[in-house]
């Protein structure tokens, strides 16, 4: 089975640093992605990771410890924008391949 | 490159009847898959095309659920008849190659209200 567990909400100041983390365990793993989705819209996008470590990409980092089944996302330079919910998402292997296998989200909110 | 597209935005049926939701994947992708998130739950899996094949249908809930890829471009799922469970937003998505680590594209969702 698949449990991929994550906060149900997130609340930090306009300028500040805030990590998402994420915890799964799962019968196959071939990679862990981090979704944004902004209310009525279609997720998307920002970041991949199949290895153990940190992905730098601007304000957004994503980390990996396949060994400890946890990953987080790192948010720098707050902005109102990123007010938004935050999916975690496995991706299947073997009979599974393909499938993403998602947490509930964070929804986090940005104060000025 | 335009994105993921579904249609309709929303749709609100009543039990019984039958509605027909409409996927168009980023062209050029091979890949498509169904998604479908229930109040208050996860995203769920449906199901994965590869083509015009179906590759991996294990998600869908029951036989009241079609989803079919003529062509390998567009898709639909069509649900008959509807129940009131059936309610939530359907998500498509979509990836270019049969790749295990590709990135999969999501369209913004159909919204479903089943009364």
């Known amino acids: 089975g698949q449990n991929i567990d994550q906060p149900t909400e997130m609340t930090a100041t306009e300028g500040a640093i805030v990590q998402i983390n994420c915890t799964y365990q799962t019968s196959g793993f071939n990679g862990l992605f981090w979704y944004q989705q902004h209310a009525g819209e279609a997720p998307t996008f920002l970041s991949y990771n199949v290895l153990d470590g940190l992905e730098e990409k601007g304000r957004f980092s994503s980390f990996l410890s396949r060994s400890k089944g946890y990953s987080y996302l790192l948010l720098k330079e707050l902005q109102m924008k990123d007010s938004a919910s935050y999916l975690c998402?496995?991706?299947?292997?073997?009979?599974?391949?393909?499938?993403?296998?998602f947490g509930r989200g964070t929804q986090l909110t940005v104060w000025p | 490159e335009a994105g993921v597209t579904q249609f309709p935005s929303h749709s609100v049926i009543e039990k019984g009847q039958t509605v027909t939701l409409r996927c168009d994947p980023i062209?050029?992708?091979?890949?498509l898959y169904w998604y479908r998130r229930v109040m208050g739950k996860e995203i769920k899996f449906l199901l994965h095309f590869v083509k015009e094949s179906k590759q991996d249908e294990s998600g869908m809930p029951n036989n009241r659920f079609l989803a079919e890829r003529t062509g390998g471009t567009y898709s639909t799922l069509k649900v008959q008849p509807a129940e009131l469970e059936d309610s939530g937003v359907y998500f498509c998505?979509?990836?270019?190659?049969?790749?295990?680590?590709?990135?999969?594209?999501f369209g913004p969702g159909t919204r479903l209200l089943v009364l």
């Open positions: 062209s050029g992708h091979d890949n």
């Open positions: 998402a496995v991706l299947g292997r073997g009979s599974t391949l393909g499938r993403l296998y």
């Open positions: 998505a979509s990836s270019q190659d049969w790749d295990s680590q590709e990135t999969q594209y």
